[in-house]
Nanobody
Framework: QVRLVESGGGLVQRGDSLRLSCTAS????????MGWFRQAPGAERVIIGV????????RYSDSVKGRFTISRNNYNNTVYLQINTLAPEDTAVYYC??????????????????WGQGTQVTVSS
């Protein structure tokens, strides 16, 4: 059974930094590209970015470039999302997802095979 478990969310203040983690089990982690998404209250889930199987390549949505960094550790089956200079508009549930295909198709509409349950990030002003 494949499981993706996000952690690291919580209540933070404007300007803080946060690192979210997503640990995978039940799959061969290095065979999967990984992605991060977020869903703000009342909004659709949107992609933040993706990281290749090796971790050597990343792609980000234009709306988040500069403050978000995705990395991975294939030894402990974990992908990370570093978020700097948090703002109230970053309040959302953050999800990770695993994709068996490459990261080189359009980000919008990119399909993933497995999803985590999400972790809530709330940024106070």
């Amino acid at each position: 059974q494949v499981r993706l478990v996000e952690s690291g969310g919580g209540l933070v203040q404007r300007g803080d930094s946060l690192r979210l983690s997503c640990t995978a089990s039940g799959l061969t982690f290095i065979n999967y590209a990984m992605g991060w998404f977020r869903q703000a209250p009342g909004a659709e889930r949107v992609i933040i970015g993706v990281i290749s199987r090796s971790g050597g390549d990343t792609r980000y949505s234009d709306s988040v470039k500069g403050r978000f960094t995705i990395s991975r550790n294939n030894y402990n089956n974990t992908v990370y999302l570093q978020i700097n200079t948090l703002a109230p508009e970053d309040t959302a549930v953050y999800y990770c997802a695993a994709r068996s295909d490459s990261i080189w198709s359009p980000l919008a509409g990119m399909e993933f095979d497995y999803w985590g349950q999400g972790t809530q990030v709330t940024v106070s002003s």
